[in-house]
């Protein structure tokens, strides 16, 4: 599996923040009841798609230890049951720590790790992790108190209790935020539609004249996060046209974001 995903300041910081990072080897935080622990990362077939990558002019970083959150690791959870089921390659997309790069570059990183694919004698399943519409309590460089800072900058970690009251924090707003009684800003079930049916009908190459700031305004600060859906779909069409066998949506207001599925296969 290679899987494109945000992460939430669990292993990524403002000290460095790149726009992508493939890990050659990564291990889990546990954040809301994840895997904790390594991966089971292939390192040479991580490597050579690396190297790849730069070679077709993407400024990917390389982690060599790697720290992925529930971004990465619940997806693997809930598709085969465990985090270490079967070898995975993970590329972090920043999504949430602006300033972001244009929708064009996350188009042609996809393509670059699809091209490398169609080399290896190995089945491959590509997946992009995160939400559509959704606007949650994420702290940022102009809004957080001190002790928020130190971790979204420095990387300060955060103790058990720290953490598991943070995640209580999330999930209060959530619930806030389902019953109506919540600054954030609400779904766009109209705007995940759109973006969804320009992945079901192979027109990906449109994003590339959508503004971060047009995306922000229509979906939320952390609506950047279709981004891994943008680099995963990327990936299948450097392998030709595909068709949609699986389709699924919910705005899910008890969980702050607009929820779906898309389920794609080369159409041959």
Not at 54 to 75: C, F, K, W
Not at 216 to 229: D, L, M
């Amino acid at each position: 599996m290679v899987i494109f995903s945000p992460d939430h300041y669990n292993g990524f910081f403002y000290r460095t923040m790149p726009p992508f990072c493939l890990g050659t080897a990564a291990q889990g935080v546990g954040d809301y009841g994840t895997h904790s622990g390594p991966l089971d990362v292939p390192a040479d077939i991580a490597d050579d798609c690396a190297r790849a990558v730069l070679e077709a002019g993407i400024d990917l970083a390389v982690s060599a230890s790697m720290d992925v959150d529930h971004g990465t690791v619940q997806p693997l959870q809930k598709l085969f049951g465990a985090a270490t089921a079967r070898p995975v390659i993970p590329i972090f997309i920043n999504s949430v720590a602006t300033p972001l790069g244009p929708l064009r570059r996350v188009r042609a990183l996809g393509t670059a790790v699809g091209t490398f694919l169609a080399g290896v004698s190995k089945r491959v399943l590509l997946v992009g992790s995160g939400g559509l519409s959704h606007d949650p309590p994420v702290p940022t460089l102009a809004t957080a108190p001190p002790a928020a800072l130190d971790r979204i900058v420095h990387g300060v970690p955060m103790t058990p209790e720290q953490r598991e009251a943070r995640q209580t924090a999330v999930m209060e707003a959530a619930q806030a935020f389902a019953h109506g009684e919540s600054p954030l800003q609400p779904l766009n079930p109209e705007w995940d539609a759109a973006f969804l049916d320009l992945l079901d009908t192979n027109r990906l190459a449109e994003v590339d004249g959508w503004s971060n700031e047009w995306v922000e305004q229509q979906g939320g600060h952390s609506a950047h996060e279709i981004r891994t859906w943008i680099a995963a779909f990327a990936g299948l069409a450097a392998h030709g046209r595909y068709r949609i066998v699986q389709r699924f949506y919910r705005a899910a207001p008890e969980l702050i974001a607009g929820f779906a599925i898309r389920t794609a296969v080369l159409d041959v």
